[in-house]
């Protein structure tokens, strides 16, 4: 069972690589659409797969985060990825395989999908 | 909805604007008597009577990006369709309690689903907010605080990967002990 002590231990590591997060002005933000619409249409996983890539490669320059509706109900599920210094991309209709495509691509090689935005998508 | 844990995440957003910095969730089961009860109780801003009153009409919110708000009138319907009750008890500067009886026997009944993968991305996503799970089947209950992660981690984040994939599996064992070691 998991107990306290293995927490402390995760505390005393993660006191070591501290102060890299709050410091970093690169700090790319992906935020995904949790309002009523998004959850329906099957958020959640792409948030957990969001989380979970990113825990698993470390990516310590990434904020993974749930918004509100941003009015855009029928694309949803929607993911805005927010890179400091460049235009927000905006993915739509997305699920837990594309989740780790963008993850791979835009945020760790920093290459757009395209197929996924929503400009290739109300082409 | 296909999951009731999905009209938590959906309620759970609501405390969150409502600037809550405490937020309780508890899943009751009574195997018995084929009852669960979802409560949701937190110490946000409140509503008054006549928001209380509008916040099951679908045609309310207080959201501008568009005209409806339907996370607490499905809440309600997923409820009331299992021959359960829905009540909502708030007041101005005094949080809101939410509260969901489902007949869990009904031929309409949603299935709770993925509750722990709610629980974890909430905290995840909220970092800098207090929840308290409490999960009971029967005599049989576990909870999770993190007040007391807090105490621990000191000034580690809960939103720290390490953090987050510890709740996720305290979570999971927790969950499978419920249900005598077998998973649900």
Avoid at chain 2, 68 to 90: D, H, N, R, Y
């Amino acid at each position: 069972m998991k107990s306290l002590a293995e927490l402390q231990a995760i505390r005393d590591k993660a006191r070591t690589q501290l102060n890299i997060r709050n410091e970093n002005e690169n700090n790319i933000r992906v935020l995904v659409g949790m309002a009523t619409c998004g959850i329906a249409a099957g958020a959640r996983p792409v948030l957990n797969a969001f989380v979970e890539e990113c825990a698993k490669r470390g990516l310590e320059n990434v904020t993974v985060t749930q918004t509100g509706c941003i009015g855009i109900c029928q694309y949803e599920p929607v993911v805005e990825v927010v890179v400091p210094g460049e235009e927000k991309v905006t993915y739509v209709k997305m699920d837990a395989e594309k989740a780790l495509k963008v993850v791979n691509d835009h945020l760790v090689n920093r290459n757009v999908v395209t197929e996924y935005t929503i400009g290739k998508y109300s082409e | 909805m296909r999951e009731l844990s999905l009209n938590v995440m959906d309620i759970a957003q609501n405390s969150v604007r409502a600037e809550a910095t405490e937020l309780a969730i508890r899943c009751v089961q009574d195997t018995a008597a084929q009852t669960l009860t979802i409560t949701l109780e937190d110490n946000g801003c409140g509503m008054s009577r006549e928001q209380i009153a509008s916040v099951t009409d679908p045609f309310f919110t207080t959201r501008t990006t568009r005209k409806v708000g339907l996370g607490v009138p499905l809440f309600k319907m997923a409820a009331e369709q299992t021959g359960g009750s829905f009540e909502i008890t708030s007041a101005p500067g005094e949080g809101t309690v939410t509260t969901a009886t489902f007949c869990t026997d009904h031929v309409d009944m949603t299935p709770l689903g993925d509750i722990n993968s709610t629980v974890s991305l909430l905290i995840n996503s909220n970092p800098e907010m207090d929840f308290v799970f409490e999960r009971k089947v029967d005599e049989k209950s576990f909870t999770l605080d993190t007040r007391q992660l807090r105490e621990v981690l000191g000034d580690v984040p809960l939103n720290n990967p390490e953090v987050a994939l510890w709740i996720s599996s305290f979570l999971e064992e927790n969950e499978k002990d419920l249900f005598g070691g077998k998973d649900q």
